[in-house]
């Protein structure tokens, strides 16, 4: 019987989400080959079952050619990790699944997207192509094995894969799987794609104390490594060799996980692409206010936080989209999310990044960085994921043509070192992304077309994502964390996808992504010249980029970026 693929990533304008737009600002390059999902045939011939105390999981196989071989994966889908969070479990932490063995899960196809933070159909008026369906019923993941059972004693490494999208939007289905099982499964390794609550429903809170509700996003993905901790032997692979990695927001949620005392032993290492902890749209204290805005337009702000939390229990998701709309898409600010992580006392145990960096095992870490993840912010190609970013600065494709300085100087001065941003030292760390960012503009007749456009984009880039990972891997540098990096400057894919697998499968194996035809150079205690491998039309070794990147922004972070929008430092 022959089961058709029914996940081929929808198109957002002439090509997938992620070839309309390569590096959609906050996904790495890399993603765009990996993950991209193909229309496939899969044939179903002895079905694979898992028996779990919970239930059993029935998937499928599906065959496939890989380096000249013919191979398969066995494929479960849409497996529950934690109990519904519906009606009174709504803004309640995940709920463990009760046993159930004989239950069946037996889906073929991927499960619904957690609710998005406006309907999905709605963004790309008149033509409503986003049609994936979401529910508040999300919190399942899909797993993706080797059809070939492990050596016995020699179980198969883990990577678990944490979508982005800002903590508001995202879902599997953005990424379809086959990619995934192709590149992954034939290299050794078994696959798990998760989902967590998103927006209202994730990251709701009443304050940053324990008890106050915070971080439910972030519990639903400690739950899912608990998941996999406790059954993944089953589907052949190590609970003690599980790699998580993710991109954008899902690069922030791994940071996270591997320092969160609930999460954190959980996690062998992590590869973070284009996000952190240190980005300022990571996580802010603006949460609060998206909270108490909410419940007030909801009529649920009431005397007591149980008849608030019973009110918004029974609120509906169209009742809570019609608000979040009003609000517009995201804010005008370098912490651009309205709903979010929060440095709290419960998941974060009260406790700064540099605390939290001090008191974790040292862990073997892989960073992403992408010269183009700012353009999801400045340039507005026509699809709707890049019109939901580009939508926060207002970058119309006349205005992205006609960049002038003056447009430059306003952005540097009201966004990227706000007062909100940049803090109490507001003018000394303008002056110095002035200094920096004005470097060869003094003859202005001579300056090369959309010369202004450019370095709105690099600001951008730097400010929200690369700069904050070079803060990270110098605050961890000290502390003998074993750290690997990438850089992408290249937004066409395709052209060495193979070697970054294999190195990718090396370091999921075994912690180092060096291999025969890429040595892949360590950080070392440099905190300038940070070896790096340049991923472009070739892939080579090189620590000459980050050079005056890092100068500038070890500067403005120790002047305190930021420190105003995040919890507690």
């Not at 007030?296 to 009742?319: F, I, P, W």
């Amino acid at each position: 019987m022959l089961i058709r693929n029914l996940y081929p990533i929808k198109e957002f304008s002439n090509g997938n989400i992620f070839t309309s737009f390569p590096t959609l600002g906050m996904i790495s390059i890399f993603f765009s080959t990996l993950l991209l999902a193909l229309v496939q045939t899969a044939e179903a011939n002895s079905q694979p079952v898992v028996k779990l105390d919970v239930y059993q999981a029935h998937g499928y196989v599906y065959q496939y050619q890989e380096n000249g071989q013919n191979l398969s994966s066995n494929v479960y889908l849409g497996l529950p990790y934690v109990r519904s969070p519906l009606g009174e479990l709504r803004l309640e932490r995940p709920v463990p699944l009760p046993s159930n063995p004989t239950k069946i899960v037996n889906n073929t196809d991927l499960p619904p997207g957690c609710v998005q933070q406006e309907d999905m159909a709605e963004l790309d008026p008149p033509n409503g192509r986003i049609t994936y369906p979401t529910s508040e019923d999300c919190l399942m993941l899909n797993i993706f094995t080797p059809s070939t059972p492990p050596p016995k004693g020699k179980p198969y490494p883990v990577l678990l894969w944490i979508h982005g999208g800002g903590f508001v939007y995202g879902m599997n289905r953005f990424y379809g799987w086959p990619q995934s099982a192709r590149h992954f499964n034939s290299r050794g390794i078994v696959v798990v794609h998760i989902q967590y609550r998103l927006n209202f429903y994730g990251f709701f809170a009443f304050g940053t104390k324990k008890g106050d509700n915070a971080n439910l996003g972030l519990f639903d993905q400690t739950a899912s490594l608990a998941f996999v901790n406790k059954y993944i032997s089953q589907f052949g692979g190590d609970p003690k060799q599980v790699t998580v990695m993710g991109n954008s927001a899902g690069g922030a949620s791994t940071h996270s996980l591997s320092l969160s005392p609930y999460s954190r032993n959980y996690v062998k290492q992590t590869i973070q692409s284009s996000g952190g902890l240190y980005s300022p749209w990571s996580n802010t204290v603006k949460t609060l206010e998206s909270s108490k805005n909410l419940s007030k337009s909801l009529g649920c702000d009431l005397a007591t936080r149980e008849l608030t939390k019973k009110c918004l229990k029974n609120v509906t998701v169209k009742q809570v989209h019609d608000v979040l709309k009003g609000w517009g898409r995201m804010r005008n600010s370098m912490d651009l999310i309205y709903w979010g992580p929060i440095r709290d006392d419960d998941f974060y145990d009260g406790k700064s990044l540099a605390q939290l960096n001090k008191e974790t095992k040292v862990r073997k870490t892989l960073y992403g960085c992408t010269k183009g993840d700012g353009l999801i912010f400045t340039f507005d190609s026509g699809s709707v994921i890049a019109k939901v970013f580009a939508y926060v600065i207002g970058r119309t494709v006349d205005r992205q043509a006609n960049f002038t300085k003056a447009d430059f100087l306003d952005h540097v001065n009201n966004y990227l070192a706000s007062e909100d941003a940049a803090g109490p030292n507001v003018a000394e760390i303008r002056k110095l992304l002035l200094a920096y960012y004005l470097r060869g503009s003094s003859n202005e007749s001579s300056l090369p077309e959309k010369f202004w456009y450019t370095r709105f984009t690099d600001a951008q880039t730097e400010g929200e994502f690369s700069g904050g990972q070079i803060w990270e891997m110098v605050e961890k540098m000290s502390l003998n964390w074993q750290q690997h990096v990438y850089f992408l400057d290249y937004i066409h894919p395709s052209h060495r996808p193979l070697k970054l697998v294999d190195a990718f499968a090396s370091f999921i194996k075994n912690g180092d992504p060096s291999t025969k035809d890429v040595p892949w150079p360590a950080v070392g205690q440099e905190r300038v010249k940070i070896p790096y491998l340049r991923v472009g039309q070739e892939v080579v070794a090189e620590n000459t980029y980050f050079i005056e990147i890092a100068k500038l922004w070890q500067k403005v972070f120790s002047l305190g970026y930021a420190k105003g929008i995040f919890y507690q430092q």
